[in-house]
């Protein structure tokens, strides 16, 4: 990882550590309804073992759980504080394991989950295309990657992107769908499936499904 982007991996470390106890409160409308709808869309088997990149404070894996617990999932997250709520939160799932770490450097094997889901995590990432590059390399040969974030073909997204650019150095960029897709096919994925939603005044968002080529 070069000097720069482990400048920015800090910043968004640093950030979430100082939110994380007044997080789920604080963002409880946007996570059920973002969260809600990647669990729809992804639609995982019951039987999947599951890596969410960019976990935060577990309530993805809490609404997968609910559903099947038994699920098994590997939850990671670049700050140590939104984990340790994740684990509280999550402490009777002994199936359920944590790590912090970076979604350009995962530190996995190759070829060992079924799905990669990764939501609201995107626009933090200083390489996108390296992070995909490791979400592709970790999935078995038939696995399967599900991304949700902010969509810049709405209007309100890009002025966010635009503010949010030049008073928080932890957040990189948004992109639209079409940008999105780009990346997902040069790192070898085959989208799938892919939606937007807008909710609220401010929050456009989109999906992709894709399976790994």
Not at 39 to 54: E, F, H, R, Y
Not at 132 to 155: S, T, Y
Not at 160 to 183: G, N
Request: proline share 4%; with cysteine.
């Amino acid at each position: 990882m070069n000097p720069a982007e482990s400048k920015i991996e800090a910043q968004v470390e640093e950030q979430y550590n100082a939110q994380a106890q007044s997080y789920d409160q604080r963002w409880s409308r946007y996570l059920r309804k973002t969260l809600t709808f990647s669990q729809t869309t992804a639609n995982i088997a019951s039987t999947a073992k599951v890596l969410d990149v960019g976990c935060g404070t577990g309530e993805l894996e809490r609404l997968l759980l609910a559903n099947n617990p038994e699920q098994m999932i590997v939850s990671l997250d670049i700050s140590a504080e939104m984990l340790a709520q994740a684990q509280q939160k999550l402490k009777s799932y002994p199936h359920v394991s944590f790590e912090q770490g970076s979604a350009s450097d995962l530190p996995f094997p190759d070829r060992v989950f079924d799905v990669v889901v990764s939501a609201s995590s995107f626009h933090y990432f200083p390489e996108p295309e390296k992070a995909l590059a490791e979400m592709h390399r970790v999935l078995k040969p038939n696995g399967q990657v599900v991304i949700l974030d902010w969509c810049k073909d709405f209007l309100l997204c890009r002025i966010c992107d635009w503010v949010l650019k030049r008073v928080d150095p932890a957040h990189q960029q948004c992109y639209t769908e079409a940008e999105f897709h780009q990346l997902l096919q040069a790192a070898d994925f085959q989208i799938q499936d892919a939606q937007t939603m807008h909710f609220d005044l401010v929050w456009g968002l989109m999906i992709a499904t894709a399976d790994r080529s």
